[in-house]
T-cell receptor, first 108, second 117 residues
Framework: DAKTTQPNSMESNEEEPVHLPCNHSTISGTDYIHWYRQLPSQGPEYVIHGLTSNVNNRMASLAIAEDRKSSTLILHRATLRDAAVYYCMGYNNNDMRFGAGTRLTVKP | GAVVSQHPSWVICKSGTSVKIECRSLDFQATTMFWYRQFPKQSLMLMATSNEGSKATYEQGVEKDKFLINHASLTLSTLTVTSAHPEDSSFYIC?????????????FGDGTRLSIL
């Protein structure tokens, strides 16, 4: 079974970088690592995904460990709108699970 | 791009009623669609995965006859909660994905809050 482990919560100050870690030791060799975030009473929003090398988009950066068993989502400058629950998802062949997620609080 | 519309957003109905929830990919073709259930302050629980034109694959513990899934086209999947009871009250969320592999992200609807009286 696919399994991910994330800290329950993290805090950040506005305008500061945030590093959200995730362990996904069961990920298969050819499956991508995905990150999503969810605001209250809304569906999740896609953030970023990657396979081996680091990935960047307008929302965030994704740093993937060389052994692919962990990754870190990087928000370069947190804003109040980034406060949400962040989920990483590691597939294991056709099996995929959302982890418990990390609740990010951003303080002004 | 990659917009997923889920309808209705809120349903309140009496016990014993069947409820249908629609999930549409508005600007892309979704080979694979997923249905999730979420309880307050908990993570998303995958209920089933469906590929267009095929029968849905249900997760262990999810009753196929209770939660009917139809993925008749590349832009529409429906979830029908049959003979709903109060314990079926939850937040139901769909997602859609181009392709069948993890190299494509999932795009989510805004969810349907189902309350059974």
């Amino acid at each position: 079974d696919a399994k991910t482990t994330q800290p329950n919560s993290m805090e950040s100050n506005e305008e500061e970088p945030v590093h959200l870690p995730c362990n996904h030791s069961t990920i298969s060799g050819t499956d991508y690592i995905h990150w999503y975030r969810q605001l209250p009473s809304q569906g999740p929003e896609y953030v970023i995904h990657g396979l081996t090398s680091n990935v960047n988009n307008r929302m965030a950066s994704l740093a993937i460990a060389e052994d692919r068993k962990s990754s870190t989502l990087i928000l370069h400058r947190a804003t109040l709108r980034d406060a949400a629950v962040y989920y990483c998802m590691g597939y294991n062949n056709n099996d995929m699970r959302f982890g418990a997620g990390t609740r990010l609080t951003v303080k002004p | 791009g990659a917009v997923v519309s889920q309808h209705p957003s809120w349903v309140i109905c009496k016990s014993g009623t069947s409820v249908k929830i629609e999930c549409r990919s508005l600007d892309f073709q979704a080979t694979t669609m997923f249905w999730y259930r979420q309880f307050p302050k908990q993570s998303l629980m995958l209920m089933a995965t469906s590929n267009e034109g095929s029968k849905a694959t249900y997760e262990q513990g999810v009753e196929k006859d209770k939660f009917l899934i139809n993925h008749a086209s590349l832009t529409l999947s429906t979830l029908t909660v049959t003979s709903a009871h109060p314990e079926d009250s939850s937040f139901y969320i769909c997602s859609a994905r181009r392709g069948e592999n993890s190299n494509q992200p999932q795009h989510f609807g805004d969810g349907t809050r189902l309350s059974i009286l």
